[in-house]
Structure formats: C-alpha cells, structure tokens
C-alpha cells in the first residue's frame, strides 16, 4: 500500500534532527534555504524601490552618484539571491521525485524505516566521495571518531594527570560556593599605618594672619605701597656703587659682525631688516 506525499518530515522519516543521508531532511533544509532566499530577495527589491524613488527626486552632485551606485548594489544582490532561490527550488522539486518514489513503494507503518535505510545508502555514498576527494598517500585522509573503551588501559608508565584533584581557586567560583567551601571571608583587620596619633606639643612661635592684621584694601596697605614706590624713584645710586655689571662685560666687544637673527633669517631664505 503506497503512503500518501507530505512535505513535513515528521509524516515521513520522523527524524527529531537533521539526519545525513535522509531525503526527508534534505528537502527540509533546502524549503528553509528557498524561504530565506526568498526574503532577501524581497529585501534587495525594497532597496531597489526606495533608491530608485530617490534618484527621481532633485538630487545632484556625490549624493546622487551614492544613490545610483546603491541602486546598482541593491539590483545586483537581488538578482544573485533570485538565481540561487531558482536553483534551490530545481533541487528541491529532484528531492520530492525521491521521496515520491519512496513513499509510492512503501507501507505508512514502514515509512521512517525505508527513510532511515535509504538515509544509510546515501551515507555511505557521500561517505565514499569525500573520501576519494581527500584521498592521500596514507590514506583517505578522513578523521574517524570512536567511542572510548572504558576498559582500555594505557601504556603510559608516567603519572596519571586524569586523577590528580584540581586545586580549588575561589576567584574562579562562584560566590555561593567559595563560601561554602572556604566560609565568610575575615573583616577586614585594622591598619597600623592609618591609626591617628597625637602630634607632640611644638615650642613654635604662632602664625601671624596677615589679612587680618593688614586687609588688603586697607588705606594703610595703600599708604605704604605709594610711599615704597616714591622712595624706590627717588633713590639715586652713589659713585662707588657695583651693581655687578663689571663682573658681566658687553658681549659686543667680542662679536662685531652682523646680528645673529640676520644670519637665521638669511638661512631661511627671508630678507628682512633687523635693527641692530
């Protein structure tokens, strides 16, 4: 008694994941991959709407050139995306003659198990081109995994890091269990080098508060700035007076050429007059 065609995979192999090999879940994926398809493509054509919209509004310059190279973009993608959703669906409509077959030939109650079988069968046929595309001078050049033996007992006289206890660290605990296994953590204790101590009495004369002895804008703080100032332009220095000058000849004596900032000017290739 033939089974009636589905396109839902649970009427068919009932595989919970996807399983390689398996037509049902094939045709799974490839729906999934024509829908996401299928959307950008209507993305890329809502692009292309809007940019096209925009070009015809009064635009000039780089925003129209950025206008059209979006479109250009947009228009592109959108054709790409509509050729792969065109493939996808070629794929798919094969992948449905499969199943079609399979279930034209098959009880309902024995349908999962003529899914699963076939599934096998084109395993072991994708199993065998892989490993003539990866074929090597050792070999098929494929990584097999296999289940450990529980009973397998290694060769290695060396020590056994599998069973040496990991050292617990609390900073890479969560806090709930580094108390529970290390407890409450101490109070912080008293630090000996922020205790107060009692400075000594000093024999130190007190200080003297000049703002309020003398304000600033005391009239007498005025009087005797006008009167400093009056005795400073009224001084007149006596004959025998140094005021270190002789200590500190006139440089001009020993460099009687052309000023120094002449020189720098000319090296820069500036003319100007400098006064000397």
Request: one cysteine or more; proline letters at 7%; charged letters at 35%.
């Amino acid at each position: 008694m033939p089974s009636p065609f589905s396109t839902d995979r649970r009427d068919l192999c009932q595989h919970v994941r996807y399983r390689t090999g398996c037509l049902a879940c094939a045709a799974h994926g490839t729906r999934n991959e024509i829908r996401d398809a299928t959307t950008e493509k209507e993305r890329r054509e809502a692009a292309m709407s809007r940019h096209q919209a925009l070009l015809q509004e009064d635009v000039c310059g780089v925003e129209r050139d950025n206008f059209a190279a979006e479109l250009e973009k947009a228009t592109k993608y959108c054709a790409a995306w509509d050729q792969r959703r065109q493939e996808l669906e070629a794929v798919l409509a094969s992948e449905e003659v499969e199943i079609k077959k399979v279930c034209d030939c098959t009880d309902p109650d024995a349908l999962s198990k003529a899914f699963e079988s076939k599934a096998i069968e084109r395993e072991n046929e994708l199993l065998e081109i892989w490993r003539k595309a990866s074929k090597t001078e050792k070999g098929d050049g494929l990584i097999k995994m296999v289940e450990e033996n529980p009973d397998y007992k290694s060769s290695s006289k060396g020590l056994d890091r599998s069973s040496v206890p990991a050292t617990p660290d609390p900073a890479a605990m969560n806090y709930g269990r580094a108390i529970a296994m290390f407890g409450v953590p101490d109070e912080p204790g008293k630090d000996q080098r922020q205790e107060s101590e009692s400075a000594e009495p000093l024999d130190l004369p007190p200080q003297t508060d000049r703002q309020a002895i003398l304000p600033r804008d005391s009239p007498t703080r005025d009087e005797r700035r006008k009167t400093l100032i009056a005795q400073l332009k009224a001084w007149e220095a006596p004959e025998d007076f140094d005021n270190g000058s002789s200590n500190h000849p006139d440089p001009r004596q020993f460099y009687n050429g052309p000023p120094l900032a002449l020189l720098d000017l000319q090296k820069l290739g500036l003319n100007e007059n400098v006064k000397k």
